[in-house]
C-alpha cells in the first residue's frame, strides 16, 4: 500500500474511522475533476460529442460496478448510497404486502426503513458476539418469510458470519437482502456464489474510497419482474402521453432524473483501485487487526466486544463513557468513533450499550496501532479513574 496515494493522510492524523467513511485516494479525485474541468454534460440527452463521451463513462461505470461483484450491468442501479438503496427496494418490492426480517444487531438504515414498510417485520435474534442465530438456535428463516434483510458484516461487530450461515433451506421465493455498506470493504462478493435465493444487496461508494453521495443497489435479474419503481420523472420513461406512459427498460426505469454522474465515474475509478490491490489490502488489513486485537486486549479495564479478528474493533474499558474515550483520543489527533454506531436496537438488546470502535483500511499502519494503544494506557489515569 502506498500511503502516497492518499493526500489527507499527509497531514499527519492518524485515521481509525474507516467504517464511517474512507479517505480518498489522488487517482478518485483527480478523476473527478478531470469530470467537471472537461467532460461534465448530462447523460442519454445530448447528440454532441461531450453528452456522448458522459454517457459512456457513465454506462462504463456500471459496468466496472457489475464486474466487481460479478453481477449484470442491468442489475446495477446507482443510488445516492446504502440507506437510499434499502429505502428505495422496499418500495420497488412492495415491502407492504411482505414479512420481512432482519436481524437485531443491524444498522438502523437495514431496520427503519423495513420497520416503517413492511406488511410484518420480525427480528433475528443475536447471540452475544453479534452473529444471528440461526437454525440451530430460534431463528429459521422460513416459508413465512418474504424477505431475509440481513447484514452482511455488522459496522459494530465485524463479521458476524450471519449472511453465509445457512438459514434453513428457505423456498426459493424467499428474497435475501444484503446490507453490504461494511462488507463491500471487506469480503470478496460474488452475486453468482449465493445460494438459489434471489438476491439484493445495497452499499455506498464512499466506504471502499469513492465519493460520498454515489451508492449501487444490485438487484438480482430473478426478481426483477416483481419490481416497480420507487420514483418517476424524467429518463425512466420512454413514451409519455397525456393519461398513460411506457416504462424505460430496466436498469433507466430505476434510476428517474439527473443521477450523480459524476459519482459514478468517481465509484467507478475508485473500485479499479481497490480491485487492482484487493488481495494485499485484504492480507495487510487481517494482520493488523489480529495485532490490533492483541494489544489492545493487554490493556487493563478494556473489553472488546466483537470475537472476530475483524478490522472494525469495538471495545469498552471499565469506568471511561465511550465518548470521553474518543475525546481523548481526539486530544491526540487520534479519529475513532464512539455511541451507538446506528445499531442501538442490538446493542441494548445485547446489554451491551454504547462502544468505542476503531475501524481499520488497508493505509493504516502497525506504527499508529502502537501509538493508539500508548495513549489509551494512560486513559484510566488521567480521567482520575
Ligand atoms: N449499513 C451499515 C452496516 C453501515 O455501516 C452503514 C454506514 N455506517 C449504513 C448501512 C448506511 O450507509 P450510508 O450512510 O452510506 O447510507
Request: net charge negative; glycine share 6%.
Amino acid at each position: 500500500m502506498n500511503r502516497n496515494d492518499f493526500p489527507q493522510l499527509q497531514d499527519g492524523v492518524i485515521y481509525l474511522d474507516n467504517a464511517a467513511t474512507t479517505f480518498k485516494p489522488k487517482c478518485v479525485i483527480e478523476r473527478i475533476n478531470d469530470f467537471y474541468v472537461h467532460e461534465n454534460a448530462n447523460i442519454y440527452r445530448g447528440l454532441y460529442d461531450l453528452s456522448v463521451k458522459a454517457t459512456a463513462q457513465y454506462d462504463e461505470a456500471r459496468q466496472t460496478v457489475a464486474k466487481f461483484i460479478n453481477a449484470e450491468p442491468e442489475e446495477i442501479i446507482f443510488t445516492s448510497g446504502t440507506t437510499d438503496g434499502i429505502n428505495k427496494f422496499t418500495q420497488m418490492i412492495n415491502a407492504k404486502d411482505k414479512i420481512v426480517a432482519s436481524d437485531i444487531t443491524g444498522h438502523h438504515s437495514n431496520l427503519l426503513p423495513w420497520r416503517k414498510n413492511a406488511k410484518e417485520f420480525k427480528y433475528i435474534p443475536s447471540r452475544k458476539d453479534g452473529s444471528s442465530m440461526g437454525p440451530d438456535n430460534s431463528f429459521v428463516v422460513n416459508d413465512f418469510i418474504d424477505i431475509a434483510a440481513m447484514s452482511m458484516y455488522s459496522n459494530v461487530f465485524g463479521n458476524t458470519k450471519s449472511f453465509d450461515d445457512a438459514y434453513g433451506r428457505p423456498e426459493p421465493r424467499v428474497i435475501f437482502f444484503a446490507d453490504a455498506a461494511q462488507a463491500i470493504a471487506h469480503k470478496k462478493i460474488d452475486v453468482k456464489t449465493f445460494r438459489d435465493n434471489p438476491l439484493a444487496l445495497a452499499f455506498s461508494g464512499h466506504k471502499i474510497f469513492g465519493p460520498t453521495g454515489i451508492g449501487v443497489l444490485y438487484i438480482s435479474k430473478k426478481i426483477h419482474d416483481q419490481l416497480s419503481p420507487a420514483q418517476f420523472g424524467g429518463e425512466m420513461v420512454e413514451d409519455v402521453r397525456e393519461q398513460d406512459f411506457d416504462l424505460a427498460p430496466i436498469p433507466q426505469r430505476f434510476e428517474a432524473g439527473t443521477p450523480n454522474i459524476a459519482g459514478a465515474i468517481g465509484l467507478a475509478e475508485a473500485i479499479r483501485y481497490f480491485s487492482a490491490h484487493q488481495n494485499e489490502f485484504f492480507t495487510h488489513e487481517k494482520k493488523l487487526a489480529a495485532y490490533a486485537h492483541r494489544i489492545l486486549s493487554e490493556i487493563e479495564g478494556l473489553k472488546i466486544i466483537s470475537v472476530t479478528y475483524d478490522p472494525i474493533i469495538s471495545f469498552t474499558i471499565d469506568s471511561v463513557h465511550p465518548h470521553d474515550v474518543a475525546q481523548y483520543l481526539a486530544v491526540h489527533n487520534i479519529c475513532v468513533r464512539a455511541g451507538y454506531h446506528c445499531a442501538q436496537v442490538g446493542l441494548d438488546y445485547l446489554g451491551i450499550g454504547p462502544v468505542t470502535r476503531i475501524s481499520l483500511a488497508p493505509y493504516n499502519t502497525f506504527e499508529e496501532i502502537d501509538k493508539t494503544v500508548e495513549v489509551l494506557k494512560n486513559i484510566r489515569k488521567d480521567m482520575y479513574v
